[in-house]
């Protein structure tokens, strides 16, 4: 039996949401285009797409493409839950008519992951276990809502610059959160930059909780300059930390295997925020594509093997 896992990719190998001023202009149908020429099964969407959940479904359609899943701006360590409720519904509706059952929840709150010229270590974080423990609270209550309502899992995002960052973060928040109500989003690169230096460490504590994957690859050089440097996120991105799989320092074989072996069923989404001017689209977004797919391929083999 072959492993049930789609390849997708997200935008931003295109053209980039914090920093518009890489590949804009790039129109979405040139960005759907080239993404199935490559043979991506489907998109996670950007500011690019359209909004009107039908529409969407359309234009994804004219390519054969499938709606992967969506970034939400969550606020919740410092919000209110009730909020968070009445302000997602829009997002999760779109996100459900589009056959999507995970959300990925990025936690903007206090986050300087779009702010140029802050060091990532001016991030907010979590003083004491009872902000912890109130935080996982409302983010159960949050899950719990988008399962019941809209069939959606929550998909929690570890990111540069925000409140779970560290590969500690994330071992806390998946300690006082509920798996029926929260999963995990891995980033591998994210975890890497977050100082998980072999995130198949960190991913093999955690893989019972992962219901989406970011499949990022880091220039280890950059990431290590942008650390002692202290350079912030989007000058880390403008400087080249991150890459395709297959064009860094990250082991997507054992990344992949820990996934395959725990039984991950899901996406493995490309994810790689470059200049595209540097760093060609249609190149990168290529070779990110065929590593991922060959080591599939591999593990499939050896599944048939023994079998």
């Not at 907010?124 to 399962?147: C, I, T, V």
């Not at 309502?149 to 960052?165: N, R, S």
């Amino acid at each position: 039996m072959s492993w049930n896992v789609r390849i997708g990719i997200n935008p931003l190998s295109w053209i980039n949401d914090d920093l518009p001023s890489l590949g804009a202009g790039t129109a979405l149908d040139s960005i759907l285009r080239e993404g199935a020429q490559i043979g991506y099964a489907g998109f996670e969407l950007g500011s690019s797409f359209p909004k009107d959940p039908m529409v969407l479904q359309r234009r994804l359609a004219e390519h054969g493409l499938a709606c992967v899943s969506g970034w939400y701006s969550g606020t919740l360590a410092t919000g209110q839950l009730d909020s968070e409720i009445e302000n997602c519904e829009a997002h999760m509706e779109k996100l459900r008519l589009n056959g999507c059952d995970v959300v990925v929840y990025g936690e903007v709150a206090g986050s300087i992951q779009g702010q140029r010229g802050t060091a990532l270590n001016r991030r907010p974080s979590f003083l004491h276990d009872g902000q912890w423990k109130e935080y996982a609270r409302k983010l159960n209550a949050f899950g719990e809502h988008l399962s019941v309502k809209h069939g959606i899992t929550l998909a929690y995002h570890h990111h540069m610059g925000a409140y779970v960052e560290t590969p500690r973060d994330v071992d806390t928040l998946m300690a006082l959160t509920d798996p029926a109500c929260v999963g995990l989003l891995f980033d591998t690169g994210h975890a890497f930059f977050g100082g998980a230096e072999k995130p198949a460490d960190l991913l093999r504590r955690h893989v019972h909780r992962v219901v989406h994957v970011h499949c990022k690859d880091v220039r280890v050089d950059m990431v290590r300059r942008a650390r002692n440097d202290g350079w912030s996120f989007l000058d880390s991105v403008l400087n080249g930390a991150f890459t395709v799989p297959g064009d860094g320092g990250i082991d997507f074989d054992e990344v992949l295997t820990v996934l395959h072996d725990g039984g991950y069923q899901g996406w493995l989404v490309v994810e790689a925020e470059q200049d595209p001017a540097v760093a060609p689209s249609y190149r990168y977004a290529k070779k990110g594509f065929e590593t991922l797919r060959d080591i599939v391929a591999r593990l499939n083999a050896r599944t048939a093997e023994v079998v």
